[in-house]
């Protein structure tokens, strides 16, 4: 296997407040390699999003990244000047967000749109800009690329507005696309479609890739490695196979029963008993003890790692047998 491209090491992200301090992410370290798909999974409010922000630079106050490192082929992000991570965003690393109107401006043309993305980091002709985007679109399986070009995105469905927002992020071929919930708002099919794509792009460019989602089903046919978050913090980690075959977390396999049969229609989504802890009074124990059936005195101090194999770690006093 090929060697990280991609390096987070102890990242910690915290955001300031007049309540206290609130740990988003909290020692986080995770790698990537070329073609390949990282899915970072957890419920809401697990730090999954704030650990995209954290990469791109682009925490919002009061939030800020503590500690850690970032690095991209052996360069250290996190010391870059402003300027040099703003041409890092977008040439080097892209994301795509969950809602594309975030991304689009509702007054421009998806050409002009497109040109502009290209022309921020690129001096080219109109004419290959133009080629570039029917390219990268009909790579995200738009059809009749020419006539979305001159479409404004109220005029697209919602997938195909996520479409142009994923065909936008490959236009200057990136090392690394982070993708946030870029299909939590499509329907299952549509869903199913783009990550098809998504997989068969990865494949061919050799980029590597971040995919954050709540929902574990989307990232089977997708990822090849996945990071359980939950409370800011790692709590399994390791290839789909061991995650969704073998999940050593009472956590993960809480969360692999919540999601739904995909073949019995009509099924509710059922939800993990309890709440998540404040991220304000998080202590050193682990901060999913007070909903775990397996849960005794040693989990309020401090959470060891478990190695279960080179890929597979558990942070947990009570991994589950298999
Ligand atoms: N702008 C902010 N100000 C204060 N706290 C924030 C802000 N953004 C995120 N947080 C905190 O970080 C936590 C994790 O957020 P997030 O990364 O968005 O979760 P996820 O993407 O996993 O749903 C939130 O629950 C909240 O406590
Ligand atoms: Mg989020």
Redesign the pocket.
Known sequence: MSEAFFEVEGLNTW?F?RMGI?K??RDVSFDLRRGEVLGIV????????????SIMGQV????RTVSGSIRLDGEELTSLSFEDMRRCRGRRIAMVFQNPLMTLNPLMRIRDQMYEAISEHESVSEDEMHQRCLDALRAVGIPSPEERLTAYPHELSGGMRQRVVIATALLLNPDLIIA??PTTALDVTIQAQIIHQMRRQIDERGLGMIW?T?DLATLSELADRILV?YA?AMMETGTTAEIIGSPRHPYTSKLLESVPSRNVPGEKLRQIRGT?PS?LSLGAGCPFMGRCEHATDACARGVPERMFSQTHRVWCHHPLEV
């Open positions: 955001f407040t609130f988003s992410v957890g419920e809401s409010g697990s730090g999954k999003s704030v650990t995209g922000m919002e106050e009061p939030g946030d919930e954050i709540h978050m800011g998540m991220l």
